[in-house]
Nanobody, 115 residues
Framework: QVQLVESGGGLVQAGGSLRLSCAAS????????MGWYRQAPGKQRVLVAS???????YYLDSVKGRFAISRDNAKNTMYLQMNSLKPEDTADYYC?????????WGQGTQVTVSS
């Protein structure tokens, strides 16, 4: 079992920045990949960024150059630094981890970008 707890969401003006955190606990040694998903009202949940155990990263095209995903293994925490935020980034953001072929989700944190 893996437990994930997100923090860092909030309200920000367009052009601003936020940093999301995802603290992992439990069977973290088996986590192979972690990621951030987002779901806007009325839309499907989509993968925004992911990072593998070896540090390999993926970004959604619309966030490339603005968002940066990272992991601090000593703190068992993953981050998503979001810069140059746009109103279209408004969504609920969810932390995700894959461990032993199981998928785990955090409870989500809301990000609202005002124009």
């Amino acid at each position: 079992q893996v437990q994930l707890v997100e923090s860092g969401g909030g309200l920000v003006q367009a052009g601003g920045s936020l940093r999301l955190s995802c603290a992992a606990s439990g069977r973290i040694v088996s986590i192979s990949v972690m990621g951030w998903y987002r779901q806007a009202p009325g839309k499907q949940r989509v993968l925004v960024a992911s990072i593998t155990r070896n540090g390999g990263t993926y970004y959604l095209d619309s966030v490339k150059g603005r968002f940066a995903i990272s992991r601090d293994n000593a703190k068992n925490t993953m981050y998503l630094q979001m810069n140059s935020l746009k109103p279209e980034d408004t969504a609920d953001y969810y932390c995700n981890a894959i461990s032993d072929f199981y998928t785990y989700w955090g409870q989500g944190t809301q990000v609202t970008v005002s124009s």
